[in-house]
Nanobody
Framework: QARLAESGGGLVQPGGSLRLSCAAF????????MAWYRQVPGRQRELVASISRGGPTNYLESVAGRFTISGDFAKNTVDLQMNSLKSEDTAVYYCSASPEGWRGAFYWGQGTQVTVSS
C-alpha cells in the first residue's frame, strides 16, 4: 500500500535548525513532484516548498532563504532543511507526492510536529 513516511520533527528554540525527511513507498506512478506543506489549527494547509523532477523548486515567501528542499527521485525521498526557525514556523508538516499533470498533492504523509519555542 502506498505511503509516505516522515521523520525529523521536534522541539527547537528560535533561531535553531531542523531537518525533515520523507520517503515514499509502493507508489504506483512515477513521482513528478514532492513537496512539504504545513498546517496550524484553524488555518488552511499551506505549501511550504516543492521540488519537481529535473530540479525546479518553489518556496513560500516567508521561508525563502531559510528553508531548502532537496529530493532524490531515484529513491523517492525528499528533505526539508529548516534554518533560522521562528515561532511562526510552528505547525504540523506534511510530505506529499504527485504524478505529472496532477495539481496539488496526490499522496500525503501522516505529518510531523515542528514546535519552535524557547
Amino acid at each position: 500500500q502506498a505511503r509516505l513516511a516522515e521523520s525529523g520533527g521536534g522541539l527547537v528554540q528560535p533561531g535553531g535548525s531542523l531537518r525533515l525527511s520523507c520517503a515514499a513507498f509502493e507508489i504506483i506512478f512515477k513521482i513528478e513532484t514532492m513537496a512539504w506543506y504545513r498546517q496550524v489549527p484553524g488555518r488552511q494547509r499551506e505549501l511550504v516548498a516543492s521540488i519537481s523532477r529535473g530540479g525546479p523548486t518553489n518556496y513560500l515567501e516567508s521561508v525563502a532563504g531559510r528553508f531548502t528542499i532537496s529530493g532524490d527521485f531515484a529513491k523517492n525521498t525528499v528533505d526539508l532543511q529548516m534554518n533560522s526557525l521562528k515561532s511562526e514556523d510552528t505547525a504540523v508538516y506534511y510530505c506529499s507526492a504527485s504524478p505529472e499533470g496532477w495539481r496539488g498533492a496526490f499522496y500525503w504523509g501522516q505529518g510531523t510536529q515542528v514546535t519552535v519555542s524557547s
